[in-house]
């Protein structure tokens, strides 16, 4: 019980670029527009960091690519990406989060998943239910990850298990599941979401959050002209 008192709280990640016309959600273009397809990331994004502002913690790490505008809620230290592959960009994000809270358990999710329970990520990361294990996995619908969380993240374990892993194929999340286990890590299992890449995957995602702000969006878009996909 008293080692479950002492837990320090988690560090949250969100890697994110800022929503640009023609820098974010491309796959969505066509049917949207680019414009339209910023401000679904927008919306997702908002939604994103809002869900996590309400899983307690003990620090909160936007790390960006690109500038912050009025979407940025207070509460969020920014962090800017580092040059590379999204590969090294993820591995440099957990080796700035365990530099500042080492004995601190991190977790970092995209800015694709606007449905995020935020009970959900509280229960997983609560000291009772975080004891015995050592990375949290969540698993993309598609054959990615939209979470990953280390309970000891070292730049050295960070860099092990996703430099060189390839990025945006159906094997990647299989893939960092196999680096996992091979450094012999306790794995928790978050479960399988659906990323926001498609205008389908968009619709999926508006209807099971139907009250966020990526809904809302999405309701707009489509009620300006048929959004199909």
Not at 63 to 68: D, F, I, K, R, S
Not at 85 to 92: F, I, M, N, T
Not at 162 to 177: C, F, H, K, N, Y
Request: neutral net charge; contains cysteine; aromatic residues 4%.
């Amino acid at each position: 019980m008293r080692a479950v008192l002492a837990a320090p709280p988690p560090t949250l990640l969100v890697i994110a670029k800022s929503p640009v016309p023609g820098r974010v959600k491309t796959r969505l273009t066509p049917p949207c527009t680019p414009e339209e397809a910023a401000a679904l990331a927008e919306a997702a994004l908002a939604d994103t960091l809002a869900t996590l502002a309400r899983v307690p913690a003990g620090r909160r790490l936007l790390v960006l690519e690109g500038a912050t505008g009025p979407w940025l809620p207070p509460g969020w230290q920014v962090v800017p990406q580092v040059d590379g592959g999204l590969d090294a960009r993820l591995a440099a994000a957990f080796a700035h989060a365990g530099r500042l809270a080492p004995d601190a358990p991190a977790l970092l999710v995209g800015m694709d998943t606007p449905q995020l329970d935020a009970a959900l990520l509280a229960g997983a990361l609560s000291p009772a239910r975080r004891t015995g294990v050592d990375a949290w996995y969540g698993a993309a619908a598609d054959g990615g990850f939209w979470a990953l969380g280390l309970a000891r993240p070292t730049e050295r374990l960070a860099r092990r298990l996703l430099l060189g892993l390839p990025m945006s194929t159906p094997d990647t999340g299989r893939a960092l599941l196999g680096r996992l286990v091979a450094e012999g890590l306790t794995v928790g299992h978050l479960p399988v979401v659906t990323d926001v890449d498609t205008v389908r995957d968009a619709r999926q995602v508006a209807a099971e959050a139907p009250g966020s702000r990526f809904a809302e969006c999405f309701r707009t878009i489509g009620a300006a002209r048929e959004v199909t996909g």
